[in-house]
């Protein structure tokens, strides 16, 4: 390092051996200069921890979700920094070969949810997992959430008379710019977790495993912003990438009463028995052109979305969670009438029906030929009503003054199965009714 490395130039330190000068430093100095060279005396981060390629650290990483339950992880839960949906071709030719898959990715979920060390292997052969997190994993938050999609209910394995009864391969929307190559699928996998190193790992010990059985069709990885805690302990939904809290108005997830009604397939719902705890997932990948956006006037930003950027509340003003007021104002001079907060749920008598429940995460995949950066919304959406859920609210959305910022070009309908008990494999219960159905 020389002082008239580019690198360098204009730092206080240039020149100056970084570790001898750190250690040199005086007790009373030392904290801003080092925190401002080497980020160790961050708040949160150890003193100690200042090479520059330390590992960044983590309370969260020993966080785990139960594997057994009637109902899958990843769905109530709260979204955590990670996310990512990859889906799948199944390349099984029969049923028992479908069988063998969905056991062998219950087995990978099971583990890598719950966390613990791989065996080791005579290095003739190929180490068992992939290493990028070490010989010992932690659970890290993960949430690992299977659901099928409708064309596994073809000839191939026997399961057409047990399809759930609104599963239907995704078509195109007005706005829609669909591109097969990111459509669809057999299988589709959602990963959550609390960092990127833990999904992508996931993703490839199941890819690992499941050789001759499953194939990646498409794949969408997305974040969402990390904000420190409030003082006064209070929540706020994470942003998008259009600069907007996402989330707010969601139903909450942990009233269970309400998401057995509006997430979970149940007794209610015309739908076979084997599905009941299962959901439907509605996957949207969004674009988002994110340069129009940053030159589009504030008041407009917000009258498409008909909420205040900043705080996130409604436009009438007050915070996040206060609740948008349509009945006093029947012409939208306060919340457009075609905002998407009032096309999306109108607030009317009935619209209760259509509630969903989001778990959004952002994406940010590079460059277009064009200089323009692809950014969007990985969408995901659970409903026990398919139709009264995802696609109602989208027949709404369709022509909103927001589609001028955004263009879908992805995504796929998917039936996020029930969740295992112990001693079982995710996907029983759907062949164990499509056996039945074949032997009567
Ligand atoms: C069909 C369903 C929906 C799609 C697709 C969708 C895309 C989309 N949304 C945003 C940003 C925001 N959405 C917000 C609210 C909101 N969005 C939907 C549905 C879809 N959004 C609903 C049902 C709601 C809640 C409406 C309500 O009950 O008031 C908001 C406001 C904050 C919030 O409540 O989350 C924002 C911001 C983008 C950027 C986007 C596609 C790229
Ligand atoms: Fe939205």
């Known amino acids: 390092m020389s002082k008239h490395d580019p690198q360098t ?7 100056l051996d970084r570790r001898r000068f750190l250690q040199g430093l005086g007790a009373a ?7 401002s060279l080497s980020g160790g005396a961050l708040a949160g981060q150890p003193a100690h921890a200042a090479e520059v390629a330390d590992a960044p650290t983590s309370a969260t990483t020993g966080q785990a979700y139960p594997w057994h339950g009637d109902k899958q992880q990843g769905i109530t839960t709260p979204r955590p920094a990670v996310g990512m949906l990859v889906a799948f071709d199944v390349l099984a030719r029969d049923r028992d070969g479908l069988e063998q898959l969905l056991r062998t990715l219950s087995e990978r979920i099971a583990f890598l949810t719950q966390g613990g060390s791989y065996e080791q292997r005579d290095p003739r052969y190929p180490p068992v997992d992939s290493g990028i997190l070490g010989p010992t994993i932690d659970p890290d938050g993960l949430t690992i959430t299977l659901s099928v999609g409708a064309s596994l209910f073809d000839e191939r394995f026997g399961l057409a008379d047990v ?8 078509t195109a929307f007005p706005n829609d710019a669909l591109d097969a190559a990111r459509c669809h699928g ?14 992508i790992h996931a993703l490839r010990d199941i890819i690992k495993n499941t050789p001759g059985l499953l194939m990646v069709r498409w794949k969408q990885e997305g974040s969402v912003p990390v904000m420190a805690p409030r003082p006064d302990g209070e929540t706020e939904s994470a942003r998008n990438f259009l600069g907007f809290r996402d989330g707010t108005a969601n139903p909450p997830a942990d009233d269970r009463t309400l998401m057995q009604q509006l997430v979970w397939v149940d007794r209610s719902n015309d739908e076979p028995a084997w599905a009941h705890n299962g959901s439907y997932q509605a996957v949207r990948l969004i674009r988002n052109f994110v340069e129009r956006w940053d030159r589009t006037p504030l008041q407009e930003q917000e009258a498409i979305f008909g909420r205040r ?27 457009p009438l075609d905002s998407h907060i009032r096309l999306a749920n109108p607030r009317t008598h009935g619209s209760e029906r259509n509630l969903i429940l989001r778990r959004p995460f952002n994406y940010s995949n590079g460059v277009e030929a064009n200089g323009q ?11 026990a009503d398919l139709q009264a859920g995802f696609i109602t609210v989208q027949k709404r959305l369709d022509g909103e003054p927001l589609e001028e910022y955004i263009k879908p070009i992805g995504g796929g309908y998917f039936f996020t199965l029930p969740g295992v008990q112990a001693g079982d494999y995710l996907g029983s219960g759907m062949l164990a009714a499509a056996d039945a159905t074949r032997d009567a």
Do not use: W
């Open 29 to 35: 100095g030392a904290g801003i200069a080092a925190a």
């Open 309 to 335: 950027r900043d705080s996130g509340s409604p436009m009438h003003g007050g915070v996040e969670h206060d609740l948008p007021q349509y009945a006093g104002d029947p012409d939208g001079s306060v919340t």
């Open 9 to 15: 130039q204009g730092c206080p330190f240039a020149g």
């Open 163 to 170: 399809k759930p009864r609104q599963l239907e391969r995704m």
């Open 186 to 199: 057999d299988i589709s996998l959602q990963f959550c977790a609390n960092s990127e190193g833990t999904t």
């Open 373 to 383: 950066l692809d950014m969007g919304l990985l969408f995901i959406a659970y409903q």
